[in-house]
């Protein structure tokens, strides 16, 4: 059974730091991308950060470049955000996720979320 278990979310000022984990299991955590989506009220949920397995080559959204640190422990199962020079507007919903194949079927898991709340 794949599970997948945010943590580390809570109430920053502006330009202060936090860092994510994503708690992985259930299958190959080496072989598969793992990815950050986030979602604000009233917004869709949108693509933050994307690390691949083979390899760990990241992506990032445009509005987090630079601020933003994805990366994984493959011995441990574990993917993090870093997330540096908060802004009001990284306030979210941050989600991880996985989309795997079984048998020509493509399977798209999500965590629980952890709230991400950058306020003054």
């Known amino acids: 059974q794949v599970q997948l278990v945010e943590s580390g979310g809570g109430l920053v000022q502006p330009g202060g730091s936090l860092r994510l984990s994503c708690a992985a299991s259930?299958?190959?955590?080496?072989?598969?991308?793992m990815s950050w989506y986030r979602q604000a009220p009233g917004k869709e949920r949108e693509l933050v950060a994307m690390i691949t397995g083979p390899g760990g080559i990241t992506n990032y959204a445009d509005s987090v470049k630079g601020r933003f640190t994805c990366s994984r422990d493959n011995a441990k199962n574990m993917v993090y955000l870093q997330m540096n020079s908060l802004k009001l507007e990284d306030t979210a919903v941050y989600y991880c996720?996985?989309?795997?194949?079984?048998?020509?079927?493509?399977?798209?898991?999500w965590g629980q979320g952890t709230q991400v709340t950058v306020s003054s």
């Open positions: 996720n996985t989309v795997l194949w079984r048998i020509g079927v493509r399977y798209n898991y």
């Open positions: 259930g299958f190959t955590f080496s072989n598969y991308d």
